[in-house]
């Protein structure tokens, strides 16, 4: 074929070393997890950012003329990372509470003398909206930077309708002040504010009266869908309180998750699947009857290993007894000012090698296909096949298996987010 009769498109990615396809539909569930489906000096080949044909890089280079044509030169192409789990947007730090952590107090103790989530919901309160978004702009261009092009975000550092909602506002606006998409997650049960202290079910109740259908109007206004997730947890929200704001959160049109079993199993996670949630996120203390329950239902367990690593804790997330169950594995940052500043997706995968003994093939499919599954997005997103988003990462090095081994630093050369290049070095 010449090069008249090669048809005409936005981008192709040709001469990688390794294209991970990471083959959906999916979730990788169980043994599964893991499937790459390596295309040897492989190419992909997008118009209007998605994705229309992936395979060898002989066949695609002869069919299709590119605007954009990048030459991965034998380094490793993946799928954008996803991460389904952050606390984005926030106000503030709390590097003096990490200070007295390491001197022995413990993160329940801190939030339960007024500091820990209510010190930033103090900063996010005061916060007005434009600031807000200038503060956490960088966050989501550091995440870019580092392969995240896609993630969720949650309110839960208002615990009052009006900074709740600005949050959601925030979002909206880095949405569209960026490349990075963030799915919004509503959680005005992260905490008991200090306003209803001892009476916790006063706040349940306001929570299901009034917060609650403030974010279902918005969600309305603004036509997006939300997911309503709850902080389960001893000291914070008991299981029945769980059970009251995510059946009436259903009931309101929300999609569910929840943050089961941090600290303590209170029986969140056969919550989370007998409702049908999109994701139990944190597991790292949940039963073996738990364990079964993700096996056999659809939720998809969400690890975050960024959070014991940042606590200092010894406990992770058990994936391996998780995936011998048949259960639906994925990874996340959990990025937030408490427990787990960190917005690199690669600094998970390295962790979940070590502490969750994930192989990089199965860390790599739980931070891109899986991922995009724990936000209800596995059908658009999460993996190089044709129909899906051109969410595409070029890494600095020719073996995937770089990611995981080398840490600390950006193994990410090229991000490519809906066809367009929008960090790294090719920018
Ligand atoms: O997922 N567990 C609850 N929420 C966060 C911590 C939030 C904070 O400390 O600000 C978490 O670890
Ligand atoms: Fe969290």
């Known amino acids: 074929m010449n090069a008249d009769e090669r048809r005409f498109i936005d981008l192709l990615v040709h001469s990688a070393g390794q294209l991970c396809v990471v083959p959906g539909p999916g ?24 994705i229309i044909e992936v395979g060898p890089s002989s066949v695609l280079r002869g069919r299709y003329q590119a605007q954009i044509d990048i030459d ?11 991460d389904p789990h952050t606390h984005i947007p926030w106000s503030g730090q709390r590097a003096d509470e990490f200070e007295m952590r390491l001197q022995g107090a413990s993160y329940l103790e801190i939030m339960a003398a007024g500091g820990g989530i209510m010190s930033t919901v103090r900063a996010t309160r005061e916060a007005p909206l434009e600031a807000l978004v200038e503060e956490n702009l960088p966050r989501l261009e550091r995440m870019l930077d580092y392969g995240t092009t896609s993630a969720e975000a949650k309110t839960g550092y208002g615990l009052q309708t009006e900074t709740e909602l600005k949050q959601l506002e925030a979002m909206n606006l880095l949405n569209r002040r960026q490349p990075l998409e963030l799915s919004c997650t509503f959680l005005p049960a992260h905490a008991v504010p200090s306003e209803f202290q001892g009476r916790t079910d006063d706040y349940v109740q306001h929570v299901i009266d009034d917060i609650l259908p403030a974010g279902a109007a918005w969600m309305k206004e603004n036509d997006l869908s939300l997911f309503c997730d709850v902080f389960c947890e001893e000291g914070v929200f008991d299981l029945e309180q769980t059970r009251r704001i995510l059946t009436r959160a259903q009931e309101m049109g929300y999609r569910l998750k929840v943050h089961a079993d941090e600290f303590a199993a209170l029986g969140g996670t056969a919550l989370a699947v007998a409702l049908g949630a999109v994701s139990a996120d944190h597991l790292v203390q949940t039963p073996p009857e738990d364990i079964e329950a993700l096996g056999n239902g659809a939720t998809v367990a969400v690890g975050l290993p960024g959070t014991p690593f940042g606590l200092g804790h010894h406990a992770y997330t058990p994936a391996q007894k998780i995936l011998e169950a048949g259960g639906a594995l994925a990874l996340a940052t ?10 690199s997706m690669q600094m998970v995968i390295a962790l979940a090698c070590r502490y969750m003994g994930l192989t990089q093939a199965q860390a790599l499919a739980a931070a891109t296909l899986n991922a995009a599954h724990a936000i209800g997005r596995g059908s658009e997103i999460g993996s190089l096949e044709p129909g899906k988003q051109a969410d595409i990462l070029v890494l600095t090095e020719d073996d995937y298996r770089m990611l995981g081994y080398r840490f600390g630093v950006n193994l990410v050369e090229t991000v490519i987010k809906r066809g367009r290049v929008v960090a790294g070095s090719q920018r």
């Not at 991965?72 to 996803?82: D, E």
């Not at 959990?334 to 917005?343: F, K, Q, S």
Request: glycine share 18%; proline share 7%; net charge negative.
């Open 27 to 50: 979730p990788q569930r169980g043994t599964q997890l893991g499937t790459l489906n390596i295309v040897e000096d492989g190419a992909v080949a997008a118009r209007d950012g998605i």
């Open 72 to 82: 991965a030169g034998g380094r490793s192409v993946l799928p954008g990372f996803v």
């Open 334 to 343: 959990d990025c937030n000012p408490g427990t787990c500043w960190c917005e």
